[in-house]
C-alpha cells in the first residue's frame, strides 16, 4: 500500500498542562478533509441504580461532548465572511477604500492523537495497513519531531472548539454560485461575476490559526472545552456541568454529586421528573440540568439539611444513596399534592408547559424547602422509605388548598423571575408548614 498525507509543520507551546500544545497555520481546504464535527449526545444512565452503563451509550458520548452546531451562528459567520470578501474584492479592484477585517482572531483548538512508533514505516506496517485490513477506524497520527502526517481520506482530528468556523466555511463553498445572497440581496447585484471564483480561493486558502491538542484523552479534550467556554465567553451552564460532572476523572465533589442526581432524576422510570429535565441546555426539558444541580448543591453546606450525607460521599460511603431515594419520594408527594399543575406526561419541554410549579421559581422554592423538611422528618437519615411516603403525604396534603395562591397563572409567584420570586414562594410555603413565623 502507498499513502499519501497531510503534513502539519507546529511551533510547540510551553503552558501549565501535561500534554503537547503546538501552534500553527493551516489552510482551510488541507483542515476540512482531516478534522471531523462533534455534538456532545446525553448520556442516558441512572448512576445511583448501575456501576456499568450501557457500553453503547458510553462509547458513542467519550467522543460527543460538543456543542450541537448551531445553524443561525454558523450562517451568521458565512454572513461575516461574505461581506468582508466583498470589500476586499472591492478594494483590490480599486472600487472602494474600505479594507476588510474577516479574521478570526482566536485559536481554533483541534486534538490529534498520535501513534508511538520511531518511522513512517513502521507507523504504516504497524499501524496503518493494519487498521485498514481489519476494517478499523482509523484514529492516530504519525508524529515526527515537530511534524505531523496525518493519512488523507481519514478525519483524525477532533474540533475541540471552533467548529461553526469550520461549518460555515464547509457548507458555504458549495453555495457559491450565482444565487449567492449576502442578506436578501444577491451578491452579483453587488459585484461582478468574477467574484465567485475569487471567493472560493480565498475559503480555501484561508488559514486558521490552530492550537493542536496532542495525545490528550477524550476527557481532557472535553474539559479543556468547556474551560475555554465558560471561562472566555458564553456557554449554558449545563453543557458546563455535564462535562465535569460526567469525566470518569473527576473527583468526588459537589458537582458530580448533584450530577448524579440530576441524572438520576431524568433517567430513572421511577422518577416524575422522567424525561423533563434540560441536561444539556438545548430546549428539551422543562428546567435546565445547571438550575438543579445549583439547588441541590446548596444543600451540601454546613448547617445545611444534608451536609452529612455530602460528607459521606466525600469519604466514600454509601449512606449517601438515600438522596436519591428521597429526591424521588420528594417530587413524587409534590406531584401528587398539586396535580394540577404538574407537567402532564405529555409535557417534556417549556413551551408545552405553562405553569412555575416545574419551572425555575418553582422548584428553586422547594429544593430550598428540603431544608427544613428533610431535617424534619428524618434528622438521623434512617427512615424507611413507607416511613418517608407518610411524613411527606402529611405535610404536603396539610397545604394542598394553597395550590392556586403558589402556582396559578393569577399568583404573585408568577410575576416575575429570578432568585427573589424563588425566595417570596419558599418563604410563603415554609410558613404556611410552620417551618417559619412570618412569609415576609
Not at 22 to 34: C, M, T, V, W
Not at 35 to 61: C, H, M, Q, W, Y
Not at 259 to 287: A, C, F, Q
Not at 404 to 421: C, E, H, I, R
Request: aromatic share 12%.
Amino acid at each position: 500500500m502507498s499513502f499519501e498525507y497531510t503534513k502539519i509543520e507546529f511551533s510547540t507551546i510551553s503552558q501549565i498542562t501535561k500534554g503537547k500544545l503546538g501552534f500553527s497555520a493551516i489552510k482551510f481546504s488541507e483542515l476540512e478533509p482531516i478534522v471531523s464535527f462533534t455534538a456532545r449526545k446525553e448520556d442516558g444512565g441512572d448512576p445511583l441504580l448501575s456501576e456499568i452503563e450501557k457500553e453503547e451509550v458510553v462509547n458513542e458520548n467519550k467522543r460527543f461532548y460538543q456543542r450541537l452546531v448551531n445553524d443561525n451562528r454558523t450562517y451568521g459567520i458565512q454572513q461575516f465572511i461574505i461581506k468582508e470578501a466583498i470589500k476586499e474584492y472591492r478594494f483590490k479592484k480599486d472600487l472602494s477604500r474600505i479594507e476588510s477585517l474577516g479574521m478570526f482572531p482566536t485559536s481554533t483548538l483541534i486534538a490529534i492523537n498520535t501513534f508511538q512508533t520511531e518511522s513512517i514505516d513502521d507507523y504504516e506496517k504497524s499501524y496503518l495497513e493494519s487498521e485498514i485490513q481489519n476494517g478499523n477506524q482509523i484514529s492516530l497520527a504519525y508524529l515526527n519531531d515537530n511534524i505531523l502526517q496525518l493519512p488523507k481520506g481519514y478525519k483524525i482530528g477532533l474540533i475541540v472548539d471552533g467548529q461553526h468556523r469550520i461549518a460555515a466555511l464547509k457548507e458555504l463553498l458549495p453555495k457559491i454560485n450565482a444565487n449567492l445572497k449576502l442578506g436578501r440581496k444577491k451578491v452579483l447585484e453587488i459585484v461582478d461575476e468574477s467574484f465567485l471564483p475569487f471567493l472560493k480561493d480565498r475559503i480555501k486558502n484561508f488559514e486558521f490559526l490552530c492550537t493542536i491538542l496532542i495525545d490528550f484523552d477524550i476527557y481532557q479534550q472535553g474539559e479543556i472545552f468547556a474551560s475555554v467556554n465558560f471561562n472566555q465567553k458564553p456557554v449554558n451552564r449545563s453543557l458546563y456541568y455535564d462535562i465535569f460532572g460526567s469525566s470518569p476523572n473527576t473527583d468526588r465533589n459537589e458537582l458530580k454529586l448533584a450530577h448524579d442526581l440530576v441524572r438520576h432524576l431524568n433517567y430513572n422510570t421511577d422518577s416524575v421528573l422522567y424525561g423533563k429535565i434540560d441536561m444539556l441546555g438545548n430546549g428539551d426539558g422543562i428546567i435546565s440540568q445547571s438550575a438543579l444541580m445549583e439547588l441541590i448543591m446548596k444543600l451540601f453546606g454546613k448547617r445545611k439539611a444534608w451536609h452529612l450525607l455530602y460528607m459521606d460521599y466525600l469519604n466514600e460511603g454509601n449512606l449517601y444513596k438515600i438522596l436519591g431515594q428521597f429526591l424521588r419520594l420528594y417530587f413524587s408527594q409534590i406531584k401528587q399534592s398539586f396535580n394540577t399543575y404538574w407537567p402532564t406526561d405529555e409535557q417534556n419541554n417549556r413551551k408545552e408547559y405553562k405553569f412555575v410549579l416545574a419551572k425555575t421559581t418553582g422548584m428553586g422554592a422547594l429544593v430550598r424547602l428540603i431544608n427544613d423538611i428533610y431535617l424534619d422528618i428524618n434528622p438521623k437519615n434512617n427512615k424507611t422509605v413507607e416511613e418517608l411516603k407518610l411524613a411527606l403525604k402529611e405535610r404536603f396534603e396539610s397545604i394542598e388548598d394553597n395550590s392556586d395562591l403558589y402556582f396559578s397563572p393569577t399568583s404573585n409567584f408568577v410575576k416575575g423571575a429570578g432568585q427573589g420570586l424563588q425566595s417570596k414562594l419558599y418563604k410563603q410555603i415554609a410558613f404556611d408548614l410552620g417551618y417559619r413565623t412570618s412569609p415576609d
